[in-house]
């Protein structure tokens, strides 16, 4: 039989109140009773009535999640899906449950955020999505908290890895290794590409370089065929680029395969990075050069400011939270004369 919230208050010798406020997180109780009240809780089996707990305070504890994944890869996608996972378990942590945003619903059609009023979702996370799209936009401009992944938008709050660090400092890193003809191998139009290019030229520029329109060949994110595709395309220039930075770590996957088709072997006649610090991808010869992106504090991160904007809405501001990268220096890009990249 189920304990009620009277034995469990019987239990620990606090009013209905008290244990109610501990339960769900009041100010105005200590947090040596919410201790208290959490582990006996624990201890007895206490289950709070998920339908009474809405209906006097407001909310459902349920939060959507809008993903689309473009490249087809789905929850297996090596950057979005431990972003995913982390968010995930830092809401459940948190006491929320994760519904899944959709546009389609059996055989009947509704739009993002009239699936989120369907739901009655206290909030939702956007994440790899076509964010220029009417109904995602729709979402990001109604009343509901909206945290998003990567995207910024005006009036809302944003957790991002700090692409300008990371591709600054992988170009510098080329830089710093000799390579005067550097190309890139860029993603489809969104604000993290026009980020990673902007910093690119700028960075170069810097050092009193520049990138030719022709060094920037467009792929596709996290698609090894589209990136081998773009870098046979680079590799055939006079002059050739002596690196080819990629979209990602599985996108330089497929920069390997052409630079093989082409007869040429990595780091020793082209340097190639990648972005992300994928773990399996780490493994393959040469170790890939690339940029680790921490995805386990980007998803935990969007959860706890999405909670918060629900809970306490006053106390966040909007803006752009970064999440630090790092530069991993692995072995496939090398030091070159400067007679071999002038």
């Known amino acids: 039989m189920a304990v009620t919230i009277k034995e469990l208050s019987a239990y620990c010798g606090l009013s209905v109140s008290t244990v109610s406020k501990a339960l ?22 206490y289950r709070a009535n998920a339908i009474a707990r809405s209906l006097k305070i407001g909310r459902t504890f349920n939060i959507g999640v809008l993903y689309r994944d473009q490249s087809g890869s789905g929850f297996t996608h090596s950057y979005f899906a431990p972003i995913l996972d982390a968010f995930r378990d830092e809401a459940e942590r948190r006491g929320y449950d994760i519904t899944f945003i ?19 979702v206290d909030g939702v996370c956007i994440v790899c999505t076509a964010f220029d799209d009417p109904e995602v936009r729709e979402l990001i401009e109604s009343d509901l908290p909206v945290v998003t992944v990567d995207d910024a938008f005006p009036g809302r709050v944003c957790v991002q890895s700090e692409n300008e660090a990371g591709v600054a400092a992988l170009v510098r890193h080329a830089i710093s290794l000799g390579h005067r003809r550097i190309a890139f191998v860029r993603g489809e139009e969104t604000s993290v590409t026009r980020i990673r290019l902007d910093v690119a030229r700028r960075t170069l520029a810097e050092a009193g370089l520049t990138l030719p ?31 080819i930075m990629m979209t990602d770590d599985y996108a330089a996957l497929g920069g390997l395969e052409a630079a093989q088709a082409f007869g040429l072997h990595v780091p020793e006649d082209i340097s190639i990075a990648g972005y992300d610090g994928v773990p399996l991808i780490q493994l393959c010869k040469p170790r890939l050069t690339t ?16 909670v918060r904007l629900i809970e306490h809405p006053g106390d966040v501001k909007p803006g752009v939270i970064p999440v630090p990268c790092r530069l991993i220096r692995g072995d496939s890009m090398r030091q070159v004369a400067a007679s071999d990249s002038e």
């Not at 792929?219 to 220039?237: F, N, Q, S, V």
């Not at 940029?291 to 999405?306: F, K």
């Open 24 to 45: 769900n997180g009041y100010p105005d109780v200590s947090e040596e009773t919410k201790e208290q009240v959490h582990a006996a809780a624990q201890k007895l089996g």
């Open 213 to 243: 329109d022709s060094y920037i060949v467009e792929g596709k994110y996290h698609h090894p065929a589209a990136a081998r595709e773009a870098t046979m395309r680079l590799l055939a220039l006079d002059p050739r680029p002596t690196c």
């Open 102 to 120: 959709t546009n389609s619903m059996g055989h009947s059609k509704m739009t993002f955020l009239e699936h989120c009023r369907y739901r009655n």
């Open 291 to 306: 940029v680790w992106q921490d995805t386990t504090t980007i998803g935990q991160e969007a959860a706890r400011q999405l």
